[in-house]
């Protein structure tokens, strides 16, 4: 079962900031978040991971809270290409089990 | 151009056919692994391989086999004894290093099965 949970839907304007939230209320010390997407018909592709500090790359920022029982993942000026299903998925690192992705959050971009 | 390839991108088979799904990474990755996913639902874990040589089942092997003779390649062969072989396969390659602290899976573009 998932360890995550995420709102079934959103919507976003072309444009503007997309904050996706997660609760993740029982994650480990050791567990990281991580960040992937699946765009229909798409391999799901990483966009971002972290601890407990903030993160940032070319894709996104991480905003992680300091108690880490939750995070958003902002995509700071949403185009119409980042409409996808947003999973968000704890775990440790090194572990070789797989990657357990929930239900995701169906993010819509509209002109 | 590196990444993770799979084809073919659709394919289709008569039921009763075993059918076999590529999969090739020149990222140097050790780990490998096959999911499928159903519409509307999440990703099962079919089987993974850490090193060359080597393989486990994951969730849902009954009906799949794979191989491991090169560290780039993780063939899937879907055999007859598959019951719902329909569906969307993906694999996936794991960057994995303790000195760069990375442990990321990276998926292909995955390919549709359907089976008539």
Redesign the interface.
């Known amino acids: 079962d998932?360890k995550t949970t995420q709102p079934p839907s959103m919507d976003c304007a072309e444009g503007r900031a997309a904050n996706l939230p997660c609760n993740h209320s029982t994650i480990s010390g050791n567990e990281?978040v991580?960040w992937y997407r699946q765009i229909h018909?798409?391999?799901?592709?990483?966009i971002i991971?972290g601890l407990k500090n903030n993160e940032t790359n070319e894709m996104a920022s991480l905003i992680i809270t300091e108690d880490r029982k939750s995070s958003t993942l902002i995509l700071p000026h949403a185009t119409l290409r980042d409409t996808a299903v947003y999973y968000c998925i704890v775990r440790a690192?090194?572990?070789?089990d797989?990657?357990?992705?929930?239900?995701?959050t169906r993010l819509q971009v509209f002109p | 151009d590196g990444g993770?390839t799979?084809s073919p991108k659709y394919l289709f088979r008569k039921e009763g056919q075993n059918v076999t799904l590529s999969c090739e990474q020149n990222l140097n990755h050790d780990?490998m692994?096959w999911?499928r996913q159903d519409p509307g639902q999440?990703?099962r874990?079919i089987y993974?391989s850490?090193i060359v040589n080597d393989f486990q089942k994951?969730?849902i092997a009954e009906g799949y086999s794979v191989s491991r003779e090169k560290k780039e390649s993780f063939p899937l062969t879907v055999t007859s004894a598959q019951k719902n072989p329909t569906a969307?396969y993906?694999?996936?390659s794991r960057a994995?290093g303790?000195v760069s602290?990375t442990?990321?899976?990276?998926?292909?573009?995955?390919t549709?099965l359907t089976v008539l």
């Open positions: 998932a990281y991580y018909s798409q391999g799901p592709q990483y991971h690192l090194y572990n070789t797989k990657l357990i992705f929930g239900t995701g | 993770i799979q780990a692994y999911y999440g990703l874990l993974y850490q994951g969730d969307f993906l694999c996936a994995s303790v602290g442990d990321t899976q990276y998926f292909g573009p995955g549709r």
